[in-house]
C-alpha cells in the first residue's frame, strides 16, 4: 500500500477513542457523551413524558392531569430503560470478550487483519468477468 496512504499511528488512536463508547469525558448538556444506560433511561422516560403530555393536549386536560400518577409510571420507565441499557452493555462486553478469547486461540487465521491501514481492494475483491446475453458467443457450454 502507498506510504501516503497510511494513517500515523497518533491519528488511528485519536479516532479508535473517540468512537469507542464511554471513552469521552461526560458532560450533562451532550447526551452523546453519556453512558449508554442512562441514554436508553433519558430517552424511555422522555417519550413517556412526551406521550403523557399529548395524551393531555388531546383529551384538552390541564398540563397536571394525573401527574402524580404520570411521574411514578414515567420513573418506572426510565428504570426499565436504565436495566435495559445495563443489559446492552453487558451483552456487548460479553460478545467483545468471546471474540477476543477466540482470535487469541487462532490467532493464524486473523493475521490478514493486523495491518491497521488495512489491504488494497485489489487484494479484496474477486475478479469480475461480465456475462451478458448478447455475448452469447463467449458463453462455455
Known amino acids: 500500500m502507498a506510504e501516503r496512504t497510511r494513517a500515523d499511528p497518533r491519528e488511528i488512536k485519536r479516532r479508535e477513542s473517540h468512537l469507542r463508547a ?14 449508554y444506560r442512562w441514554k436508553m433511561a433519558g430517552t424511555i422516560a422522555g417519550l413517556g413524558a412526551a406521550s403523557a403530555h399529548a395524551y393531555n ?20 420507565l426510565g428504570y426499565v430503560g436504565y436495566c435495559a441499557g445495563v443489559l446492552r452493555e453487558h451483552h456487548n462486553k460479553t460478545r467483545d470478550a468471546i471474540v477476543e478469547h477466540y482470535i487469541s486461540l487462532h490467532p493464524e487465521d486473523f493475521d490478514h487483519i493486523k495491518d491497521r491501514n488495512g ?11 461480465p456475462h451478458r446475453s448478447q455475448y452469447t458467443k463467449y458463453d462455455a457450454k
Open 22 to 35: 464511554a471513552v469521552r469525558h461526560r458532560e450533562l448538556r451532550d447526551p452523546f457523551t453519556w453512558e
Open 119 to 129: 489491504r488494497p481492494w485489489s487484494n479484496v475483491l474477486l475478479p469480475w468477468y
Open 57 to 76: 393536549i388531546w383529551t384538552r386536560k390541564p398540563w397536571y392531569y394525573a401527574a402524580f400518577p404520570r411521574l411514578a409510571a414515567i420513573s418506572a
